[in-house]
Every structure is written in C-alpha cells, then in structure tokens.
C-alpha cells in the first residue's frame, strides 16, 4: 500500500491557553478530496498554517511525499508541492494578472525561464483567466481575485492544494464556476483539501469531510454521513446542517470581528 501524500501524527499547537490543534492525526492520500468545515474559531485556517508552514507545530510531526517537514519553512514546503489560498486575496495591485502568475511560479514554486511561463499559462488556462492576462490585479472584481488567488496557487505547481474559503462572497452561479476549475484540478491528479464555510461548495467535489472544533476532529468520513451526525450538528450549526444534505444552499454565518483567533483569521486578514 503507498504511503499517504500528507501525515499529520499527533500535532499539537497553542498560543497561550488557546488550544488552536490538540493532538491532531490526519492522513490524506494522492489525488485525495477533502472538505474540512467547523465553526468560527475552530482552528481551521490554523491547520493549513501548520501544513503550509506558516505556523510551527509545538509538538507532533508533519509529513509531506514521505519525507518529514515539521521544520521546514512555508517556501520549502511550496517548493516540494504545497500549494495554498488565502481567505483574503492579496495580489501585486500594479502587476497584471500575467505578472502575479509569474512571481507565483518563480518565487513560490522554485520555477525558471520557459518552466515558468509554462505554468503561469497554464494556470491562466486552468481558472479561465486568459482574457485578463494584461490587466492590472486591482482592476479585478471579487470573482476574478478569487481565481486569480487560485492560479497563484496553481502556478506553483503544487501536488496538494490547500484552498481556504474560496467560495466567500460568491453567488451561486460564481461558486458553481469556481467548483468546475477546482474539479478540473483534481482531475488532473492534484490532492484537495478545501476549508469552506459555503457547505455546497464542498459536497459536489470532496470524497471525504472532516468537522474541526475546538483544535479537534469529530467527524471524518463521507459528506453525507458527518453532516448527518449528532455530534458535527451540535457544533457546526446545529440542525441547519440538514440544508446540506437536502441540496440547500447551506452557508456559516460570518465571522465575528474579533472572534476566530484560533483560525488565524485576524492575522491573515
């Protein structure tokens, strides 16, 4: 049997008394769709950082293509296949769509010369963005910053990518075009794992969901299967979860400001 392309074993993570992962156990296998949901504050952005790099685990191990990279920082870990979206788009405001592809695949995926453009072409082609190559990133509405912070991602030339709430803000029809490049993605063999408040995005393309609370997991399985279990209902909208299951339209409520530190959500937005 193959080794999985990322291990989580035992990863623990605090910041004073606030338990953001409590000896978190993860196990995702290539070419792998996974739906992480929970509540404001549960520590869903955190887990990407702790993957990523972004954040240091203080205890546990991390593995990625069978190889140990607890220590490593977030480049390295982008550099070996780790690719990953922000909450809140930040592209290069004065560099074109093009550009910001560029610097993704050269600074972030380690890329040179024609490799570089390749993936940057590529990932234009992946999210539907040819038309807007040339134009600046801050001419660009909310839908197309959105899939512009996914090519970025995908310009690295990642084999897991980490989306964290790439359906925000999104109407149906926008998070229907955003759920065909995420499929087309994974197609192509790249791992999924997608944090998403916007539970109808999820359900179409991950095998697999996973409820975080409180720096823990209490539920992992087929989508179905958690959202229809008591104890993911208890902390993740209570009976309103029955809306996913029913093909309703299915979304958390925002975020309170001040609240969801233990998802890194300030210090990322």
Request: glycine share 14%.
């Amino acid at each position: 049997m193959s080794s999985p392309l990322l291990e989580l074993d035992r990863v623990t993570k605090r910041f004073g008394r606030v338990v953001i992962a409590e000896e978190l156990s993860l196990a995702v296998g290539a070419g792998e769709t996974v739906g992480i949901v929970g509540p404001n504050g549960a520590g869903k952005t955190s887990l990407f950082g702790l993957i990523s790099g972004d954040l240091a685990p203080g205890a546990g191990e991390i593995r990625f293509a069978a190889r140990t990279v607890t220590k490593l920082e977030a480049a390295a870990r982008c550099r070996l296949g780790i690719g990953r979206t922000y909450q809140v788009p930040r592209p290069f405001g004065d560099m074109t769509v093009f550009e910001n592809l560029l610097v993704a695949a050269q600074q972030g995926g380690g890329l040179r010369r024609r490799a570089s453009y390749a993936a940057a072409v590529g990932a234009l082609d992946q999210c539907g963005m040819s038309g807007q190559a040339n134009v600046p990133a801050e001419r660009l509405g909310l839908l197309q910053r959105k899939r512009l912070e996914l090519a970025r991602a995908l310009a690295t030339q990642p084999t897991l990518l980490l989306l964290d709430e790439v359906a925000g803000g999104l109407t149906d029809p926008e998070v229907a075009q955003l759920v065909e490049i995420v499929r087309g993605v994974n197609a192509e063999g790249t791992a999924v794992i997608w944090i998403e408040h916007v539970v109808r995005a999820l359900t179409p393309v991950v095998s697999r969901l996973i409820c975080l609370a409180g720096g823990r997991f209490v539920g992992d399985g087929e989508p179905a299967a958690v959202l229809a279990d008591p104890a993911v209902r208890e902390v993740f909208l209570g009976t309103e979860v029955t809306a996913a299951l029913a093909g309703g339209s299915l979304e958390a409520p925002p975020a309170v400001p001040g609240d969801g530190v233990a998802d890194g959500e300030r210090s990322e937005q």
